[in-house]
């Protein structure tokens, strides 16, 4: 077990990362293949759609506006608290070709979540979305480097089910690294590492900022352009920041498989064993390590022209909000469904059984969620969608149920 202090954390990074870099960079002589650029279809995302261009620079500019009303903000079961919230959010992205096959792209949403009656209550402010990123892919030979950095500001609490009698949970998230893949014929070596941050505003859960070290390891091999199938490592080196919670390291292992069975029908699985061994230098009194498996199995079948379903269900274990570990098994199904010209519809169910380590403070609980969307096209720049959401969350702690719904307007356009 290696608790990871920075000189070991630079040497893993060599024999995990770098030692595999200068391995093909000697035996390719650091050149750049144009025949290889060509096959892998390197460079395509320079062919993107764009709105504008500056010198070689490409610009993708993207806007929305929401309105959402929610009749639970604060995740209560009996002192609920309803509320307007005007989220507006710009989208950013832009390609820079560093040369026919080396690009650097920016993809940055950013936006503003107001609270109209309750605008005291923590909820409102800046956000930053999910899928915020710079990365720098880089192709030499048969190998492809990828720089990034991808980063969030979120304040939806939804999205841990650990939590309640919430209504913001402002964390920032910040996972910057280096994948590396090369590809040996039908063989795909892909070795990786990630230093991740997680950081908390709100003073009450500044306990479970932290930092994680994640080395990713995979081999792929494509037996036919439809099916995929391989093996895939991850080893974590967890650090809070205060000593609440307990450090940790863990590993998870196990194969995968991608395959499109039919045209219209494809699968994705994969499982393993997880394994994290804590420290117990916390004072959350938890001194369970996780022992276990994880598993996700999903599908996607068009139905016909018009419909479209999926399906996905597995179990995984996340970092806990007053544990070491949560526990969770978890399904989603959605059926996407254009019932007119323009028209669209997209009913969704899913459902989350949570289970926490043995800490002095932990929870079982489970959640149940369905909803629908119906988007209209309104040109070909602009889009309007009405939704509905309704969860459901029964714990054994009678504090920590709720139940919530939410209907919201959303209106999208690209410049």
């Not at 970092?319 to 526990?327: C, L």
Request: net charge negative.
């Amino acid at each position: 077990m290696i608790r990871g202090p920075t000189p070991w954390r630079y040497l893993l990074f060599y024999f995990w990362v770098a030692g595999p870099i200068v391995g093909w960079a000697q035996e390719d002589g650091g050149t750049t293949s144009a025949e290889a650029t060509t096959a892998s279809g390197k460079g395509s995302a320079a062919d993107q759609y764009y709105n504008f261009k500056a010198g070689p620079v490409m610009f993708r500019l993207e806007g929305s506006g929401s309105v959402t009303y929610n009749d639970n903000i604060n995740l209560s079961q009996n002192q609920r608290m309803s509320d307007i919230i005007v989220t507006p959010e710009l989208n950013v992205k832009s390609i820079y070709p560093v040369t026919d096959s080396n690009t650097l792209e920016m993809d940055v949403g950013f936006g503003y979540e107001k609270y109209i009656f309750h605008p005291d209550a923590g909820g409102s402010g800046l956000i930053i979305t999910p899928d915020s990123a710079f990365q720098f892919n880089v192709y030499v030979g048969d190998v492809k480097i990828n720089f990034h950095d991808r980063f969030s500001l979120q304040r939806d609490p939804l999205p841990f089910g650990q939590l309640s009698n919430i209504t913001s949970f402002e964390r920032f998230e910040n996972t910057a690294g280096v994948l590396v893949d090369w590809r040996l014929g039908d063989l795909i070596w892909s070795s990786g590492y990630d230093y991740e941050n997680f950081w908390v505003t709100n003073s009450s859960f500044r306990y479970l900022d932290h930092h994680s070290d994640i080395f990713t390891q995979k081999l792929t091999f494509v037996l036919s352009p439809t099916l995929q199938a391989g093996i895939s490592g991850t080893y974590t080196m967890l650090a809070y920041d205060q000593n609440v919670e307990n450090d940790g390291n863990g590993f998870e292992i196990g194969p995968f498989l991608s395959a499109q069975l039919t045209e219209n029908f494809a699968i994705n699985a994969g499982c393993g064993i997880a394994y994290t061994s804590y420290y117990g230098d916390g004072t959350n009194d938890d001194q369970e390590n996780l022992d276990s498996w994880y598993a996700t199995l999903g599908f996607s079948h068009r139905i016909n022209p018009q419909m479209m379903e999926s399906l996905t269900v597995g179990r995984d274990a996340l970092d806990g909000i007053t544990s070491n570990f949560t526990e969770r098994n978890y399904g989603k199904y959605m059926l996407h469904w254009n019932f007119a010209d323009k028209w669209s519809t997209s009913p969704y169910l899913l459902f989350e059984n949570l289970s926490d380590s043995a800490a002095a403070d932990r929870e079982n609980a489970n959640r149940l969620g369905v909803g629908f969307t119906i988007d209209h096209q309104l040109s070909e720049r602009g889009a309007i969608q009405f939704g509905y959401d309704y969860l459901l969350k029964d714990s054994d702690n009678a504090d920590a149920s709720y139940y919530q719904n939410q209907w919201k307007v959303n209106f999208q356009w690209q410049f």
